[in-house]
């Protein structure tokens, strides 16, 4: 044995033992190791966030019933009928006149089923989110839109079961929350769960059309509805006077499309000036995803003065006007 293969055997030896230090980072060397990366790479390798790999593992809930469960009848149920059929119960958003401090208080009993991260209700979800944006230096329109990027899911109060909108993490939701697609096109094999793709019925009918609409982009696309749709409209609808730039509109309603945003499977529809919305998008999915820890956010009452002031800027009736929901 050279002293070359014996320096990098002991190297490879005190890599190994450093991945008792702690299990995450342990396991990242562990697999530097086990890939036969070189010592940079593996250092590089322990740097990066741990929890980038341990988010969104659908994998490892594939156990879980209840993920499953919700993806399955996402698909089955979530077609372009029942979308017009969702866009004539709740476009015209007369279900509710209130703040958004009394929307959220009505989101504090909500958990959301999809979400194989987070069993928290989403309302802390929601700050969490936020004051992620905010520790990060990100401008105030992006703190404000990561505050309300889930408040669709407040449809769970006016929405019934068999639409699957129970505001129980036990009951059907797939009409709230989970990664969405465009519709209108296959849905692409990159989706969540894609066994279940053949339960949809415009996915069958629409096999083979993957290039009809070249070019339409994002601003023509369709989705299913859900809370990022919701919220969408909520916030472009003139009656509430929201001023938030057009690309916070954007990022709500895109935030969920990972096969769009993540995967780029559509990426043969966008048209130019697309990618930057994208871009805004992927940065914001930073603070929904990484800000997902299963702690207590307590004072929720002491965040309320500061982003109520962004309310304030952002929307004309300001923090205490009535929103139509
Ligand atoms: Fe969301
Ligand atoms: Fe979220």
Redesign the pocket.
């Known amino acids: 044995m050279s002293l070359v293969q014996s320096l990098w055997i002991l190297l490879l030896t005190l890599c190994v033992l450093g991945c008792n230090a702690t299990d995450g980072v342990g396991q990242q060397l562990h697999e530097c190791v086990a890939t036969a990366l070189q010592p940079s790479e593996c250092a590089e390798a322990v740097v990066s966030p741990p929890d980038a790999e341990s988010l969104r593992n659908y994998e490892k809930e594939a156990e879980d019933s209840r993920v499953r469960k919700h993806y399955s009848d996402m698909r089955r149920f979530q077609t372009e009928d029942f979308t017009r059929r969702m866009e004539k119960k709740f476009g015209g958003f007369t279900n509710a006149n209130m703040t958004i401090r009394q929307a959220f208080k009505l989101l504090e009993n909500y958990v959301d089923a999809s979400d194989p991260d987070v069993s928290l209700p989403?309302v802390i979800?929601?700050f969490m989110?936020a004051e992620a944006a905010r520790k990060a230096g990100k401008p105030d329109w992006m703190q404000l839109t990561a505050l309300l990027?889930?408040v669709g899911k407040l449809m769970f109060a006016w929405g019934e079961e068999q639409d699957g909108m129970s505001g129980r993490p036990d009951g059907r939701q797939y009409s709230l929350g989970g990664d969405t697609w465009v519709l209108g096109s296959p849905i692409p094999s990159v989706a969540v769960f894609p066994e279940y793709n053949m339960l949809n019925a415009d996915h069958v009918a629409l096999n083979g059309t993957e290039n009809n609409k070249l070019g339409m982009g994002l601003r023509s696309f369709r989705f299913p509805w859900g809370h990022d749709e919701y919220a969408y409209r909520f916030l472009a609808h003139p009656a509430n006077g929201c001023k938030l730039p057009e690309v916070a509109l954007q990022i709500v309603r895109l935030?969920s499309c990972y096969p769009l945003h993540s995967k780029r499977a559509y990426d043969h529809l966008l048209a130019p000036g697309d990618e930057e919305i994208l871009q805004r998008v992927i940065e914001f999915n930073k603070f929904?995803l990484y800000s997902k820890a299963d702690e207590t956010l307590k004072d929720m009452d002491r965040l309320w003065p500061y982003y109520e002031t962004l309310i304030d800027k952002y929307f004309e009736r300001g923090a205490n006007g009535l929103l139509h929901f």
Do not use: P
Request: hydrophobic content about 10%; aromatic content about 0%.
């Open positions: 989403n979800h929601n989110a990027h889930d935030h929904d």
